[in-house]
């Protein structure tokens, strides 16, 4: 039973990682206002880059690092179309996934091209993360099991705590928060609201480079090609059911890992429940979520609002 | 006078949004070691060498034309319905039901209710965002996105282990439709069909409705700017939700006339994206529908000529992405210039 319960803890934190991440990252970019429908094209592009520098390094944590670099680039075209050029967000953001899901899966095939034809697919492996077990956490049972990761998944956990700080103790956040309430005002005390709305995007795209890293160095060794397989979109339901709140993403995530890890073995029991149904879930439950909010919705108020100095 | 420096700017536009397509397909061909010239006498070949040729192209323009007509009817009442391809699929699932049943009826009476389900089901997709936003005025965006995914798992569980499973069991795949069920075709090698005057037909019938009724004028209204029209008595919440569910409605008519006219059977990843290809051919055609048609054209020989690179020169097709991504950004930033030289202008004529 304890074996049950520890593998349900390792495989939902586990799932939870790559969702946990890039939440987190859409985050920090809604409360500045910035909507991007393109999470799941960053995660991708994240995880392309992720691993073609580790495999070409031979080290996962410079491919952690390609992987944060080509997040925070891509984050960085969403935002000068999204903040400085201010096309619609959901544009912007619809761009990114179109981009990111034909750039990807062209250079992973012309580069591995004779791998691929050849079906040698050992060629194409990256070294991933090797888990890690913490010192004293590591004998307590279940969380024990569920705390030995990959350090992407134990710094994940730690960026909840963080990002939460940041967003609600610091003048950085303040600035944040007031960029996505209130933009209007934020500008009139002298905040550059585009500069904030940059900062927060390329924070949100590194975070999903992150994510997307996770799933090329930790949770598998290679890449195939449309591999987020709608985790970006779950990660946007992610930071709904989590109300914007970094800790109630952290619930949400692990919910969404759990979810996920108990839908392999429900299939297995073969209760008569189809397993679609499990992986429909999170989308019915965001709906209903959705729903449930409502009016009095704590959605960030300017969100994917442009904003611009001029009168509209 | 200005009607004509307009149009002057629109040609403009358009030329610079071909030129950038070929700069992208060019760039990346070369980046990866094809020769250009040869890839694109491939690919205009296969978009446009012979009329078979051409005939296919309008066969892959003919959902693209029916999905971006949807999406812009949306867009141009300000309701972000990123859920065509839920849409889609849902219309093609209501199509496949009853054109599979539809053994007994005359084409008469079968291809009609064929339709009508599909409109149905693609209306029904469209319905929970839609509600959401009538009683709770909750953004669509989100929403929509959601119902893609709730509606392609849907998809799969009907076909893995539901009632639309074939009857032999083999496949993740519906039987064929019934042949009375089915959207006759002019030529089976390009498998041209009768959903492409059904297509031209309702994005006229679109046109029509948004340049030349009062239905139309309201439906822009609400969408250019909401406070004003909420002033000006137009129930903007009311023509939002029913903007929606008519866009459904319409992405479900494409589902349709796709496995009624060329697949005449349903299969798992039937929509392939397309839903979202289809925001790109209405943004691209500024959400104005005789230049969604054109864009929808393109993006057909697009897909045409990519497929064929494939096979010639093994250049992946996901190169279409790339290109539908760059003119789907540069036809909003047009937009959105546009849009701001048009406020100058009026602030400086006022």
């Known amino acids: 039973m304890t074996g049950f319960a520890d593998d349900m803890a390792a495989a939902a934190v586990r799932t939870a990682t790559p969702l946990l991440l890039a939440a987190l990252g859409e985050t920090i970019a809604e409360r500045a206002g910035v909507l991007n429908v393109g999470l799941e094209g960053t995660m991708l592009a994240g995880a392309f880059a992720g691993f073609l520098a580790g495999y070409v390094s031979g080290d996962p944590t410079v491919g952690l690092a390609g992987a944060v670099a080509a997040g925070a680039l891509v984050a960085a075209a969403f935002a000068l179309l999204a903040v400085r050029a201010r096309i619609d967000q959901v544009v912007a953001g619809l761009f990114v996934n179109l981009l990111a899901a034909g750039l990807s899966a062209l250079a992973f095939r012309e580069i591995f091209r004779d791998a691929v034809f050849a079906a040698e697919s050992r060629a194409v492996r990256a070294v991933p993360f090797a888990d890690v077990s913490l010192p004293l956490l590591d004998a307590v049972p279940v969380l024990g099991a569920a705390l030995r990761q990959s350090p992407l998944s134990l710094a994940a956990i730690l960026l909840v705590p963080a990002t939460a700080y940041l967003l609600s103790r610091t003048r950085i956040g303040l600035v944040i928060r007031a960029v996505g309430e209130a933009p209007e005002a934020a500008d009139a005390l002298g905040v550059s609201v585009a500069r904030v709305r940059f900062g927060a995007c390329l924070a949100m795209g590194a975070l999903a480079g992150a994510a997307g890293a996770s799933l090329t160095l930790a949770q598998s060794d290679t890449f195939i090609e449309g591999m987020t397989a709608g985790r970006g979109f779950i990660a946007l339901a992610i930071v709904i059911f989590g109300r914007w709140n970094p800790y109630g993403v952290l619930v949400a995530s692990l919910f969404f890992g759990a979810a996920s890890a108990l839908q392999y073995r429900f299939q297995a029991l073969s209760l008569g429940i189809p397993h679609q149904a499990f992986l429909a879930a999170p989308y019915v439950l965001t709906l209903l979520c959705l729903f449930g909010l409502g009016g009095r919705a704590r959605t960030p108020a300017a969100l994917a609002r442009p904003f611009s100095r001029e009168h509209d | ?350």
Do not use: C
């Not at chain 2, 070949?45 to 034309?65: E, I, S």
């Not at chain 2, 992405?321 to 701001?340: D, K, M, N, Y």
């Open chain 2, 1 to 350: 006078m200005t009607r004509a420096r307009g149009l002057g700017r629109e040609l403009v536009q358009a030329a610079v949004l071909v030129a950038a397509a070929a700069a992208t397909v060019l760039v990346l061909l070369v980046a990866f070691g094809h020769d250009p010239l040869v890839a694109a006498s491939v690919l205009f070949r296969a978009a446009f060498g012979t009329p078979g040729n051409f005939a296919v192209t309008l066969v892959k323009a003919t959902p693209l034309l029916v999905l971006g007509t949807a999406v812009a009817i949306a867009f141009r009442a300000a309701v972000w319905n990123v859920g065509a391809d839920g849409q889609f699929l849902a219309g093609a699932i209501a199509a496949t039901a009853v054109g599979v049943a539809a053994g007994p009826l005359p084409s008469l009476v079968a291809i009609p209710l064929v339709l009508a389900a599909a409109a149905a089901g693609g209306a029904l997709a469209a319905s929970p965002p839609a509600v959401l936003r009538l009683a709770r005025g909750t953004p669509e965006v989100i929403g929509t996105i959601m119902m893609n995914f709730v509606i392609g798992f849907l998809l799969g569980y009907l076909l893995e282990e539901g009632p639309l499973r074939e009857a032999a069991g083999t496949f993740p795949q519906s039987d064929p439709l019934a042949p009375s069920a089915r959207l006759p075709r002019f030529d089976e090698a390009s498998r041209l069909h009768a959903g492409l005057p059904v297509a031209i037909l309702l994005a006229l019938a679109a046109h029509l409705f948004l340049s030349r009724t009062l239905g139309g004028l309201r439906h822009r209204a609400a969408g250019l700017n909401a406070r004003a029209a909420e002033a000006a008595g137009i129930p903007v919440r009311r023509v939002a939700f029913l903007a929606l569910l008519v866009s459904g409605s319409i992405a479900g008519l494409a589902g349709a006339i796709e496995v009624a006219a060329i697949t005449r059977r349903l299969f798992t990843g039937f929509s392939g994206g397309i839903g979202y290809t289809a925001i790109a051919v209405a943004l691209l055609g500024r959400l104005s529908i005789p230049a969604v048609a054109a864009a929808a054209l393109f993006f057909g020989a697009l897909d045409v000529g990519a497929a064929s690179l494939q096979r010639a020169a093994h250049v992946p097709p996901t190169l279409a992405l790339v290109v539908q991504g760059t003119l789907l950004a540069l036809s909003a930033l047009f937009a959105e210039s546009g849009r701001r030289a048009a406020r100058r202008r009026a602030e400086a004529a006022a």
